[in-house]
C-alpha cells in the first residue's frame, strides 16, 4: 500500500509517541508558570494551542455515559470555568503518565485488521487489570483506525464520516461510573494526526455535509496542531456494560481495546524488540523523554502454518475425506494463574477465564481435497 497515510516502522511511531508527550510537557509547564502568578488571568492569545483544543473537547464531553453537549463546545464561559479546569487537568495527568510511562506498540495494518474482525464477534466482557499487557501504553498504528463520527451539531453518529485514530493511549486510573461511584480502571484517549484528518475526516465531511467555510477551518487548526486528542474516556475493572447504555464510538473502541488487550496474550501476535538508532536516542535524550529499557515493542501477525504440525504425521486418524476453512471464532480459556475454574459455590469464575481469539485455520485430511464453502446467514421469522 503506497499511501501518504502509512506510516510504516516502529521508528515513526516512537516519533509520534514522543510528539504526543512533547504536547502535553509543555502544556503542564505553562501550567506551572501559570500557577505562580500572583493573579491568575487567563489570555487566550497565549494560552498553548493544545490546552486550548482539549479545554474545548471536554466543554463537549461532559457526560459521564461518553455522551456528548455539542451546544457547549464554543461556550466560553463553560470552557475557562472551574469545573472544567479540573476535569481537563485530571485527564491530563492520566494523559501524562500513559505518555511519560507507557510502552510504544507499533501495530501494522494487518494486524489492525485482524484484530478489528475478531472485535466485530467480541462479547461486551467486562476489562480485568490482568487484560493489561502492561499498565500503561501507546498504540500507534501504521494505517489509521477509522471509526464514524458525531455530527458536530446535532451530536448524532454519522456513518460515513470517517474520524482517523493514529493512537490509542491508556493508563491505569480511578473512574466515574454512571452511577456516580469511583472504581480502578483505564483512561485512554484517541489522537490523530493532520495529515489522516484533512484526507479522511475534512474528505467525507465535504462529501456528507458539504460545510466548506468550516472546513477551512478545520484544516487550517489541524494544519497548526499537527496531531492532536480526538477524545477521551475511562473504562472500570470487572463492570459488566452494555451497547445500549454507551455510544457507538465508545463501544467501538471498547470491543477494539478489549481484542487487542486479549490478542497480546496469544501466541498469534510475536512481540519482536526493535532498538531506537543512535540518531533516535539522542533525539529523547535532548528532548528528556523517558525511554525505559531502550526498545519498542513490535506486534508482528504470526503467519506460521500449523496444519503439518497437526496432521502431518502417518499417524492421522481424521474422520474427514476432504479439507475446508474454520471460520475464526473466540473461544473462552482458563488461566490457572488467575484463580481456579470455578467459585466455591460451583459456579463458573469469569476472573480466571479469558476470551482468546483462534484464527482461521485448514481442518480435515490433508491429502484430500479443498472444499470452499460460502457462509449463509438467515435472518427469518
Given at each position: 500500500?503506497?499511501?501518504?497515510?502509512?506510516?510504516?516502522?516502529?521508528?515513526?511511531?516512537?516519533?509520534?509517541?514522543?510528539?504526543?508527550?512533547?504536547?502535553?510537557?509543555?502544556?503542564?509547564?505553562?501550567?506551572?508558570?501559570?500557577?505562580?502568578?500572583?493573579?491568575?488571568?487567563?489570555?487566550?492569545?497565549?494560552?498553548?494551542?493544545?490546552?486550548?483544543?482539549?479545554?474545548?473537547?471536554?466543554?463537549?464531553?461532559?457526560?459521564?455515559?461518553?455522551?456528548?453537549?455539542?451546544?457547549?463546545?464554543?461556550?466560553?464561559?463553560?470552557?475557562?470555568?472551574?469545573?472544567?479546569?479540573?476535569?481537563?487537568?485530571?485527564?491530563?495527568?492520566?494523559?501524562?503518565?500513559?505518555?511519560?510511562?507507557?510502552?510504544?506498540?507499533?501495530?501494522?495494518?494487518?494486524?489492525?485488521?485482524?484484530?478489528?474482525?475478531?472485535?466485530?464477534?467480541?462479547?461486551?466482557?467486562?476489562?480485568?487489570?490482568?487484560?493489561?499487557?502492561?499498565?500503561?501504553?501507546?498504540?500507534?498504528f501504521e494505517y489509521p483506525l477509522m471509526m464514524d463520527d458525531l455530527h458536530p451539531e446535532t451530536g448524532e453518529l454519522v456513518p460515513g464520516l470517517h474520524l482517523p485514530v493514529r493512537a490509542i493511549s491508556w493508563a491505569q486510573s480511578n473512574v466515574v461510573l454512571p452511577d456516580g461511584g469511583i472504581r480502578q480502571g483505564i483512561a485512554y484517549a484517541l489522537y490523530?494526526?493532520?495529515?489522516?484528518?484533512?484526507?479522511?475526516?475534512?474528505?467525507?465531511?465535504?462529501?456528507?455535509?458539504?460545510?466548506?467555510?468550516?472546513?477551512?477551518?478545520?484544516?487550517?487548526?489541524?494544519?497548526?496542531?499537527?496531531?492532536?486528542?480526538?477524545?477521551?474516556?475511562?473504562?472500570?475493572?470487572?463492570?459488566?456494560?452494555?451497547?445500549?447504555?454507551?455510544?457507538?464510538?465508545?463501544?467501538?473502541?471498547?470491543?477494539?481495546?478489549?481484542?487487542?488487550?486479549?490478542?497480546?496474550?496469544?501466541?498469534?501476535?510475536?512481540?519482536?524488540?526493535?532498538?531506537?538508532?543512535?540518531?533516535?536516542?539522542?533525539?529523547?535524550?535532548?528532548?528528556?523523554?523517558?525511554?525505559?529499557?531502550?526498545?519498542?515493542?513490535?506486534?508482528?501477525?504470526?503467519?506460521?502454518?500449523?496444519?503439518?504440525?497437526?496432521?502431518?504425521?502417518?499417524?492421522?486418524?481424521?474422520?474427514?475425506?476432504?479439507?475446508?476453512?474454520?471460520?475464526?471464532?473466540?473461544?473462552?480459556?482458563?488461566?490457572?494463574?488467575?484463580?481456579?475454574?470455578?467459585?466455591?459455590?460451583?459456579?463458573?469464575?469469569?476472573?480466571?477465564?479469558?476470551?482468546?481469539?483462534?484464527?482461521?485455520?485448514?481442518?480435515?485430511?490433508?491429502?484430500?481435497?479443498?472444499?470452499?464453502?460460502?457462509?449463509?446467514?438467515?435472518?427469518?421469522?
Amino acid at each position: 500500500m503506497s499511501d501518504s497515510c502509512m506510516w510504516s516502522g516502529p521508528s515513526r511511531a516512537l516519533q509520534f509517541h514522543l510528539d504526543l508527550f512533547g504536547q502535553v510537557d509543555n502544556i503542564f509547564k505553562y501550567l506551572e508558570r501559570l500557577s505562580k502568578q500572583d493573579q491568575v488571568e487567563v489570555n487566550t492569545a497565549t494560552l498553548p494551542l493544545h490546552l486550548l483544543q482539549r479545554l474545548r473537547l471536554m466543554t463537549a464531553t461532559t457526560n459521564t455515559d461518553g455522551s456528548t453537549v455539542v451546544d457547549a463546545r464554543d461556550n466560553q464561559s463553560i470552557m475557562f470555568s472551574k469545573d472544567n479546569w479540573d476535569r481537563t487537568t485530571h485527564v491530563l495527568k492520566s494523559e501524562y503518565k500513559a505518555l511519560n510511562e507507557g510502552e510504544t506498540h507499533y501495530v501494522s495494518h494487518a494486524v489492525q485488521t485482524s484484530v478489528l474482525a475478531a472485535a466485530e464477534t467480541l462479547e461486551p466482557e467486562p476489562l480485568f487489570e490482568t487484560d493489561l499487557p502492561c499498565p500503561t501504553g501507546v498504540i500507534v498504528f501504521e494505517y489509521p483506525l477509522m471509526m464514524d463520527d458525531l455530527h458536530p451539531e446535532t451530536g448524532e453518529l454519522v456513518p460515513g464520516l470517517h474520524l482517523p485514530v493514529r493512537a490509542i493511549s491508556w493508563a491505569q486510573s480511578n473512574v466515574v461510573l454512571p452511577d456516580g461511584g469511583i472504581r480502578q480502571g483505564i483512561a485512554y484517549a484517541l489522537y490523530t494526526d493532520a495529515t489522516a484528518y484533512e484526507r479522511f475526516y475534512c474528505g467525507t465531511y465535504r462529501e456528507i455535509l458539504g460545510f466548506d467555510a468550516e472546513m477551512e477551518d478545520l484544516i487550517e487548526g489541524g494544519a497548526q496542531l499537527r496531531s492532536w486528542m480526538t477524545d477521551t474516556s475511562g473504562w472500570a475493572f470487572g463492570v459488566p456494560w452494555d451497547n445500549d447504555r454507551y455510544g457507538e464510538g465508545v463501544t467501538f473502541i471498547r470491543r477494539f481495546l478489549l481484542s487487542y488487550f486479549r490478542w497480546c496474550w496469544q501466541r498469534i501476535l510475536v512481540p519482536t524488540p526493535h532498538t531506537p538508532s543512535r540518531a533516535e536516542r539522542k533525539w529523547v535524550a535532548r528532548i528528556k523523554a523517558p525511554l525505559q529499557d531502550g526498545h519498542i515493542k513490535v506486534l508482528r501477525l504470526r503467519r506460521e502454518i500449523e496444519h503439518e504440525r497437526k496432521y502431518g504425521t502417518s499417524e492421522y486418524q481424521g474422520v474427514y475425506d476432504h479439507q475446508f476453512l474454520v471460520r475464526g471464532h473466540w473461544r473462552r480459556q482458563w488461566y490457572k494463574s488467575l484463580g481456579p475454574a470455578k467459585t466455591d459455590t460451583g459456579e463458573f469464575n469469569p476472573e480466571s477465564h479469558r476470551l482468546v481469539y483462534v484464527e482461521p485455520f485448514v481442518k480435515g485430511n490433508p491429502n484430500g481435497p479443498m472444499i470452499l464453502a460460502h457462509n449463509v446467514v438467515a435472518a427469518v421469522r
